[in-house]
């Protein structure tokens, strides 16, 4: 077993500085064929840059790159691509009006003279999707696809050009705990038909389990590059930052007081059915489930963001009902969506003004907004948020992912809900806004608020939750406490598996 | 139950609704006018449409490509007064070139300020209608110019194959072809991905900016050649004979289920919302409506078909592709998510 | 500083910015000086006056396509019609139901007018162009219809004097314009309604999921845009004794441009009046030299249309560098 390992990628003395900014400094990446390579480091850690280097979009200022051997010079995108180094990014590079077929061969159909070979292209598209194991008509209308399936068709895509390198952009990030074993099981062929595969990603688990070699980026330089045996998360997140994994989630202990959120019975066709849960004071909720389970389709309609069929919604013991956002605001109640980029943030519009949005009449007086009373307001917030850097007049896009999520958390604490709904508070986030994020749940929930939390990372409910409800196609199907409470058992029950 | 009924047939309505408009034209028209059905009709009706078929079909790859072109009734205008001013100085068939090659040039002149200073469609044409509006007006001193040949144009409105016209044969012979180039030519299918997805486009290697900029000389051509067709018919070139078409080219386009957002759309479907429009118009001139009452039951059937559309399909909760048109490609790479 | 950054809605920090703001004062400045070299008789009192008293009423339709342009609403297309609308009805009720109430009607009507694309656009989620397109056509019909697409004239009296007339030597016109202007530029730099808008047309999901009342704020620009383009035609009317249907052509586009100039995005999430009322004056200017300068009238469209295009070029230039970092 002692082969000697073949080489597929090097990159070597790699620096890249932009202007104001060394992104990266002398980094090396060696890369196996047949290996998983994870790549962990927090947000500007330079794995991007590095990543956008491979692909062709940016030139090193110094370093050499190698692929199989063979030293590559300036290179651009198409090249790489050439070259057989495939990307998979987080957002899918897919043509939802096309079919699945014509968008694996897109830029690159097999023509008859002057028309598109369907014949062709459709056996190209049954070619890899079979080879994934993959259950999808070529003919469909890629839109019309879930997302993991789209996934699955990007990743089609790109193996339909025969890489020899596959990188992969925190690809897990809207897959559910199911689509991520398919994920896995596709990865690890990859791996066994000697394809090197780089795996970038924030969730260490994840790294634990399919990893085989990972490395680690901090602040633009190369840390270290270790067998993924011999090294554990908390080994890993101190490497990255210099903390320990269980400074992470801060363990409250707290009394639960009243209850702020009862829901009875709701439903809604064709997302959940009968869903019957409860939040009290200074209790943190969680909702598992996986991805399609209606965990989202639950928060967003106890916020009122869609409609229910059936059922009641009470707000401390008041029965309400929610038929818009403005509605849920009114009656003490806080989303922070999943979507940080399409629902989140305004992106053009400052720190402040995304800041107070939600309560702007409130802030008003009369009819006018008074500059000074809003900074004001907003500067508290910003600095016991950890906003950085603290600049409120900024425009919201100019900051990271972890910026911007304790913004938009930030904007629903100035409208100081009752009731606060986060979905998938923590994801994309780097390590250090994380815990940063979970302080101020912490602080919430201390504070007498309710927290419904949900999360596809199971440590992270697990470690912060006093109640776990976990949803299966719609149903609840379990209340577990924390006591109780295993990622197992959690994942059993997601899975359809009760407890007899 | 009853809610669901309504709506699948709502929906099957919506989505036939060229059918369905063509059978309600089609039987207003029969009750109201004697020999509604024939074939001198439909001659008719598909020579009057031509001119604003050239238009909307010219449209339809702009559509489907993301992107708006407003400036095809000036560049209609600029076209046509530049065959008819040209035919003295360098004979017919030249001057008809010379009008069609000024639509292909007004084209040009919006794809480099889209494609070149990177300026929306939509400003850009808005800004491109108004200067070639004016500059049709300047170069004929507001008044139309006559043609010193009338009588070459006239075949174009004569008969061929009982039921075309020559121009009208073009117009439906552009069309079929145009579906062709859509539905099974590799740039076709590259074009849905640039309107659809402008950076998995450019991911997948298609240089989106030369597609956009084709669809703008396809407009321009397109443009030129109602207005090589127009001028030519009327033996006029009237600067202000594009103005007005406009309105009737989107309408057309809109009934035949291109939407505006990019990524869907076909060129067939433009036929057919063409001559769905023609049918109405032809059908309220025989019934002596007035231009300004046909406009009103033009603007109600296209508010009317957006309605509709818009209940039929769900509550039009937009994707976030519909307010944006498709980016003209930058030097930056997307898709890695970007980290302070 | 920040009084004039919040009212202009700009970020002052990055030179990109810096000519944004600066870049509507330094053309109305350059058009001045180029107007002076051009023409003796441009830089007198009476022919500033004149110019501005010519574009007052189509400055007030540009007010309103601000904060449909802000709210992302594109463009309101059906302008002309409002236009129409208001400037028939205010003289054509004026035999049956006097002057003031035939104003006041021709308002409303075209106010109506606003509500339907209101409702169409802010609440059905269709298509601003295509709606306004459709409901202009509408509209323009019905007025057509209306006077059996002839003229109307108007009768002598108060309010149409008071309208011809001046105040501290400034025509009624012009103070209008400017009081709609005082009103409306901290409406949409100061108010909630404003900031809405600013929401909407940054990101209309996340304004929806930060419980702003999205389709409220849409079709409250469009029904705006509807009363102002209304006033426009009433004021138009009055002060000419005249109206006929085609009254409104070409404003949609005047007051599209007067807004593109000033520096508003048309696909929404920043912007403000101010900025507006440079680019109606810049517009105006623009035509006036363009007469002055002995070139025929039909010229205006063109130079108008070129400065768009350069205008907005340079500010996509300035704003792709500056999110570059």
């Known amino acids: 077993m002692t082969e000697a390992h073949h080489i597929a990628l090097r990159m070597t003395h790699i620096s890249k500085s932009f202007p104001g900014v060394k992104a990266l400094q002398d980094v090396e990446l060696e890369v196996r064929a047949g290996e998983v390579h994870a790549i962990v480091g927090e947000n500007g850690a330079g794995k991007s840059t590095l990543m956008k280097i491979l692909a062709g979009f940016y030139q090193p200022d110094e370093g050499e790159i190698e692929v199989d051997g063979e030293r590559v010079g300036h290179w651009t995108p198409r090249e790489a691509i050439d070259r057989g180094i495939g990307m998979i990014y987080q957002e899918l590079n897919l043509v939802p009006d096309l079919t699945v077929a014509e968008n694996i061969s897109l830029g690159g159909m097999p023509r008859r003279g002057l028309f598109v070979d369907y014949a062709a292209v459709t056996q190209r598209a049954k070619d890899v999707l079979g080879e994934l194991h993959a259950d999808i008509d070529p003919a469909t209308r890629l839109g019309n696809l879930s997302i993991s399936q789209q996934q699955l068709v990007e990743i089609a895509k790109v193996m339909a050009d025969k890489p020899s390198i596959v990188v992969f952009d925190e690809p897990t990030s809207s897959l559910g705990e199911r689509e991520t074993r398919v994920l896995f099981s596709v990865i690890d062929r990859m791996r066994r038909s000697g394809i090197a595969v780089i795996y970038i990603s924030h969730r260490l688990q994840e790294v634990m389990e399919i990893g085989d070699r990972v490395t680690v980026l901090r602040d633009g330089r190369h840390i270290e590059t270790r067998d993924v045996a011999g090294v554990t998360p908390d080994h890993m ?27 009875r019975g709701i439903s809604r066709e064709g997302q959940f059915a009968d869903v019957t849960l409860d939040v009290r004071e200074r209790e943190i909720v969680g909702l598992a489930g996986l991805v399609g389970s209606g965990r989202t389709e639950v928060a967003r309609a106890i916020f009122g963001l869609d409609p229910i069929d059936a059922g009641e919604i009470q707000l401390r013991g008041e029965v309400v009902s929610v038929r818009n956002a403005r509605k849920g605001r009114s009656a003490g109640i806080a989303l922070v969506p999943e979507d940080r980029k399409g629902q989140g943030i305004i992106p053009g519009l400052s720190v402040r003004e995304n800041f107070t949005l939600p309560v702007i009449q409130r802030i008003a007086q009369g009819m006018f907004i008074f500059a000074r009373r809003e900074r004001a307001v907003v500067r ?66 201390r504070d007498g608020g309710g927290v419904l939390m949900i999360s596809s990372e199971l440590p992270e409910l697990l470690a912060v939750c006093d109640r776990i409800f976990v949803l299966h196609e719609g149903i609840l199907v379990d209340e577990i406490a924390r006591a109780d409470a295993t990622e197992e058992g959690v994942m059993r029950s997601a899975t359809g598996q009760v407890a007899a | 139950m009853r809610r669901l009924d309504l709506r699948a047939t709502g929906r099957t309505a919506v989505r036939y609704r060229l059918l369905v408009l063509l059978v309600i034209v089609a039987i207003f028209g029969s009750i109201t006018i004697v020999d509604f059905f024939s074939v001198d009709t439909l001659q008719s009706v598909l020579n009057r449409a031509t001119v604003v078929g050239f238009l909307a079909l010219g449209l339809t790859p702009v559509l489907i490509a993301g992107q708006i072109d407003l400036s095809i009734g000036s560049i209609l205008s600029m076209a046509g007064i530049t065959t008819i001013a040209l035919q003295p100085v360098i004979g017919n068939v030249p001057a008809a070139l010379a009008g069609l090659g000024v639509g292909v040039l007004i084209g040009a002149v919006n794809a480099a300020i889209v494609v070149v200073f990177k300026i929306s469609s939509l400003v850009a044409t808005l800004a491109t209608l108004l ?77 989106s900016n030369a597609y956009i900029v084709a669809t703008f000389l396809i407009s321009g051509l397109f443009a030129g050649a109602a207005g090589v067709l127009q001028s030519l018919s009327t033996a006029t070139g009237s600067p202000v004979a594009g103005a007005v078409m406009l309105i009737p080219a989107i309408t057309a386009v809109v009934i035949g289920g291109t939407r505006l957002e990019g990524g869907r759309g076909s060129s067939l479907a433009t036929l057919g919302g063409v001559v769905a429009l023609g049918a109405l118009t032809m059908m309220f001139e025989f019934n002596g409506v007035p231009a300004y009452t046909q406009a009103i039951y033009t603007g109600v059937l296209l508010i009317v078909l957006i309605t509709l559309d818009r209940l039929v399909s769900g509550d039009g909760r937009p994707t976030s592709r519909t307010l944006r048109r498709a980016r003209v490609e930058s030097p930056t790479p997307r898709g890695i998510q970007e980290e302070a | 500083m920040t009084a004039t950054s919040t009212a202009l809605n700009t970020r002052t920090s990055t030179p990109g910015a810096l000519f944004s703001t600066l870049s509507v004062p330094i053309a109305i400045v350059a058009l001045l000086v180029v107007g002076a070299i051009i023409s003796p008789s441009f830089l007198t009192v009476s022919n500033l006056v004149n110019v501005l008293n010519a574009n007052a009423a189509v400055g007030l339709v540009a007010l309103g396509m601000t904060f449909v342009a802000v709210c992302g609403g594109l463009a309101d297309l059906s302008v002309p019609a409002n236009v129409a609308m208001g400037a028939l009805v205010t003289l054509g009720a004026q035999s049956f139901a006097g002057p003031f109430a035939a104003a006041g009607l021709g308002l409303l009507v075209a106010t109506v007018g606003g509500v339907v694309n209101g409702l169409l656009i802010g609440y059905l989620r269709i298509n601003p162009i295509i709606a306004t397109l459709g409901t202009g056509a509408v509209l323009l019909g019905l007025s057509q219809q209306l006077i059996g697409g002839g003229i109307v004239y108007g009768e002598p009296s108060a309010l149409a004097d008071f309208v011809k007339g001046s105040f501290l030597g400034i025509p009624v016109m012009v103070w209008i314009l400017a009081v709609a202007a005082l009103i409306l530029t901290p409406v949409l730099s100061r108010t909630a309604f404003g900031r809405w808008n600013l929401a909407v047309g940054g990101n209309y999901e996340a304004a929806e999921a930060s419980a702003v009342p999205v389709r409220f704020t849409k079709a409250g620009a469009f029904v705006l845009t509807g009363l102002l383009a209304g006033l426009c035609g009433v004021l138009l009317a009055l002060s000419n004794g005249q109206a006929r249907p085609i009254i409104g052509t070409g404003y949609e586009f005047v007051a599209i441009t007067a807004v593109v100039i000033g520096g508003t995005s048309l696909f929404g999430g920043s912007g403000s009046v101010l900025r507006t009322v440079g680019g109606v004056i810049i517009t105006a200017l623009i035509g006036n030299l363009i007469i002055l300068g002995g070139l025929p009238t039909q010229a205006t469209g063109l130079v108008t249309g070129a400065i768009v295009v350069v205008a907005v070029g340079i500010d996509v230039y300035f704003r792709r560098k500056g999110g570059r970092e």
Do not use: C
């Not at chain 2, 170069?139 to 006239?154: A, M, N, R």
């Open chain 1, 380 to 445: 508290s917030l910003v600095d016991r948020l950890k906003v950085n850097p603290p600049q409120i007049e900024r425009p919201l896009n100019a900051f990271s992912g972890g910026n911007q999520q304790k913004v938009v958390l930030g904007k629903w604490l100035l409208a100081k809900p009752d009731l606060l709904i986060l979905d998938e508070p923590t994801r994309g986030v780097d390590v250090g806004a994380k815990a940063d994020i979970h302080e101020i749940i912490g602080e919430f929930a």
């Open chain 1, 237 to 263: 997140v101190r490497l990255m930052v210099g903390r320990d994994l269980n400074e992470m989630f801060p363990k409250l202990d707290l009394e639960p007081g009243e209850r702020v959120l009862a829901v």
């Open chain 2, 131 to 207: 200067i070639f509006a004016s500059l049709a007006l300047l170069l004929t001193d507001s008044q139309p110019v006559s043609s010193t040949d009338p009588i070459f144009g006239i075949p174009l409105t004569g008969d061929l194959l009982a039921v075309f016209t020559p121009r009208s044969a073009l117009f439906v012979a552009a069309a079929i072809l145009m579906f062709v180039w859509l539905r099974f030519t590799p740039s076709g299918r590259n074009l849905y991905a640039v309107g659809s997805n402008a950076a998995a486009a450019k991911s997948a290697g298609i240089r």
